[in-house]
């Protein structure tokens, strides 16, 4: 199902343009938190939204905490990252 927002005056936080290898000697330890996703429309782009949420741990609880949105072509990208990433999924 497809859903469509007015985004036209919510924040915009991150538009993946590109996807980069990087290399990392230290990895900081995640906390569990749900990850919503919708598909949305913003200035006549889709785009494949996720969002994480706020920790109970946090003073403001609830609120979207990181949001990145994916174009048609860093959709693949990512596709392409995961299978690599997860062979066989």
Same mark, same amino acid.
């Given at each position: ?23 990392? *000697? $230290? &990895? ?8 919503? #996703?919708?598909?949305? %429309? ?14 109970? *741990? $946090? &003073? ?8 990145? #949105?994916?174009?048609? %072509? ?16």
């Amino acid at each position: 199902m497809r859903c469509r927002r007015d985004l036209a005056y919510a924040p915009v936080m991150a538009i993946v343009t590109r996807f980069r290898k990087v290399v990392k *000697d $230290r &990895v900081g330890r995640a906390k569990p938190t749900e990850c919503g #996703h919708t598909v949305v %429309e913003l200035d006549g782009v889709t785009y494949f939204l996720l969002e994480s949420y706020g920790s109970p *741990d $946090r &003073v403001k609880t609830g609120g979207t905490s990181q949001s990145l #949105h994916f174009d048609r %072509e860093q959709a693949a990208e990512l596709k392409r990252l995961l299978e690599q990433a997860f062979p066989g999924i």
